[in-house]
């Protein structure tokens, strides 16, 4: 009797096993074309379990590569690359993106095989949810290992287009990687092939129409060109299926209030999420929380690393329209984002009281930026603060928000803020990242969020933007914005601020999502890390540099039947 192996992985190894002992792995073709609304359930959450497994490393790719986060020092991790661009094709976080995503095509594409559609309503609908992760696996691919699209899409290399598992899987030539424009005509095929299908509503765990045109929203938005040479057709497109979901009035965004506490929140009960990849506090036990995307970021109750911290860049954004006061006893937030931020204060151990230091960033770029946090002495009116055995006056520079500058050794005037003394990892002062953490409570529970609402209204200022209507833009910039920060909109939106505001304001809101250094790349921008880190400081990444794409796997090349073109080395 023919077995159809959902389950594949492309160093093409199978492995048989029965319906009982493994439901998500392989299955009798015949049983499920008998009835199949009795197997269909199956096997989609068995295409579902891979998005977890696919989504952590998916995670990391996309944000460690860019510049809202730095770590305390180098690490033996794979992930390390992606923070340093030393890329390598031998590496182990990279071969499971790949693996894990393959998987969940090969099996999505297995099921639209085995299940022709026309049977029922439900089972069209369910068939639909399949495109769509399959659209969605090719879309985070080729933005990961294919250049920007704007970049010769017809002749770039994208990903190879392996729907399904081959009849004959030992011996059937696979076809090498398709070109960038290739890849993305796949993937809109399918997302809109999911869209006709789905006729259900459900909860944001599961492909819903709307998931299906959020993401093409930002299909379209990736293929809309740069600001300074737009492709307005494309950036039509990008306006159009962001109206189809904010004019479904199924999605609101959360108020203000709600907003700083949506890390917290399960996605079946956050009405601004339209996708995510659930998790459950099951799948983690004991020190498995050590080494999810949030135990990177913070160490919660004893559990987590907390090795990495927003960067300071990252700190000054939320700090340009007012300081965010995270001090227990001032707490003031400005920009409702900065809740996604802890700063590890400590007390003095004898006194049990905060130490008051003055923290400011010194040196340059060219030699290595260093966070200093001088103790304060107070004398009347008189501040001052001691480096070692140098003591410095600091000067008023907005006394209302303790911000205040010293002339320093160097020769150099820095400007900093008065606050408690935050305990240091290794030098530097460990600015906590909750945004991966803390759903249901659960110290680093998370379930990735693929899109939700406010994402959907950047996405249309952007496009807006590139067609030159700066005023509907601005109205839906102005919509995040003031969520965020009272009182906080821009005044006005033009052709010479239109990209600097709007990208600003996509990495302010979308920051530990796995979208910045895409979203620098694509429309040509550069990726500078001018903060304290051990990275290359005084590094400018273009988007032309070779390393905005990844490698692929070496084991993934090794183990293709046929040909699979590795990325350029320089």
């Known amino acids: 009797m023919k077995k159809i192996y959902i389950l594949l992985v492309l160093a093409l190894t199978t492995t048989a096993c029965n319906l009982d002992r493994m439901p998500y792995g392989s299955m009798d073709s015949d049983q499920i074309t008998k009835d199949p609304e009795a197997y269909l359930n199956a096997l989609l959450n068995g295409t579902y379990a891979q998005l977890k497994t696919w989504s952590d490393p998916m995670h990391r790719c996309g944000e460690y590569a860019g510049d809202n986060m730095m770590i305390r020092g180098a690490s033996t991790d794979a992930f390390y690359e992606f923070i340093s661009f030393s890329r390598s094709a031998n590496n182990g976080r990279l071969a499971q993106f790949w693996d894990a995503g393959y998987k969940a095509i090969a099996q999505s594409s297995n099921i639209m095989k085995m299940i022709p559609e026309g049977q029922s309503a439900t089972i069209d609908s369910r068939l639909g949810e399949a495109y769509y992760i399959r659209g969605l696996m090719y879309f985070y691919f080729v933005r990961a290992f294919g250049r920007p699209y704007y970049q010769n899409p017809e002749t770039n290399l994208g990903m190879p287009i392996v729907n399904g598992t081959p009849d004959d899987v030992l011996n059937t030539p696979l076809p090498d990687r398709a070109t960038v424009k290739a890849t993305y005509e796949q993937i809109i095929a399918d997302l809109k092939k999911a869209e006709t299908l789905i006729d259900k509503d459900n909860v944001p765990i599961y492909a819903t129409k709307g998931a299906v045109q959020a993401l093409l929203s930002r299909v379209y938005l990736y293929m809309s060109g740069t600001y300074e040479n737009p492709n307005a057709a494309y950036a039509q497109l990008a306006v159009e299926y962001a109206d189809k979901v904010i004019g479904s009035g199924k999605y609101s965004l959360l108020s203000r209030e709600q907003f700083m506490k949506y890390n917290t929140l399960t996605p079946e009960r956050n009405p601004e999420t339209i996708f995510a990849v659930k998790r459950v506090a099951a799948e983690f036990s004991g020190s498995d929380h050590f080494y999810g995307v949030g135990g990177m970021y913070a160490n919660i109750g004893?559990?987590?690393?907390?090795?990495?911290?927003?960067?300071?860049?990252?700190?000054?954004?939320l700090n340009e329209t007012g300081r965010n006061d995270w001090r227990p006893e001032k707490y003031k937030l400005v920009d409702a984002r900065a809740a996604f931020i802890e700063p590890t204060y400590t007390k003095n151990q004898k006194t049990g009281a905060y130490t008051e230091v003055f923290r400011f960033i010194k040196g340059s770029a060219a030699t290595d930026l260093s966070y200093v946090q001088a103790v304060v002495t107070r004398n009347g009116s008189t501040i001052s603060c001691t480096e070692d055995k140098d003591t410095y006056t600091l000067?008023?520079?907005?006394?209302?928000?303790?911000?205040?500058?010293?002339?320093?050794?160097?020769?150099v005037t820095y400007t900093g803020v008065l606050d408690n003394f935050i305990t240091l990892n290794r030098v530097y002062p460990q600015f906590y990242i909750t945004k991966c953490s803390r759903e249901g409570e659960d110290t680093h529970l998370h379930s990735p969020v693929i899109s939700r609402l406010g994402e959907i209204y950047l996405n249309r200022a952007e496009a807006y933007a590139k067609l030159g209507n700066y005023g509907a833009a601005l109205s839906d910039l102005n919509k995040i914005r003031e969520r965020s920060i009272v009182n906080g909109g821009y005044a006005a939106l033009n052709a010479g601020n239109a990209?600097?505001?709007?990208?600003?304001e996509r990495?302010?809101?979308?920051?530990?999502?796995?979208?910045?250094?895409?979203?620098?790349?694509?429309?040509?921008?550069?990726?500078?890390?001018?903060?304290?880190?051990?990275?290359?400081q005084s590094e400018a990444i273009g988007s032309t540099d070779y390393r905005v794409t990844y490698y692929i796997p070496q084991?993934?090349?090794?183990?293709y039947p046929g040909t699979l073109t590795q990325n350029p080395t320089q």
């Open 302 to 317: 004893g559990q987590g690393w907390g090795e990495m911290y927003a960067s300071a860049k990252y700190i000054d954004l």
């Open 395 to 411: 000067t008023a520079v907005d006394e209302a928000q303790e911000i205040y500058s010293i002339k320093y050794k160097d020769g």
């Open 499 to 504: 990209p600097t505001l709007i990208d600003k």
């Open 507 to 536: 990495q302010l809101e979308l920051a530990y999502q796995a979208e910045r250094s895409y979203d620098v790349f694509r429309n040509g921008g550069q990726l500078k890390r001018a903060y304290p880190g051990p990275h290359r």
């Open 555 to 559: 084991d993934a090349i090794n183990a």
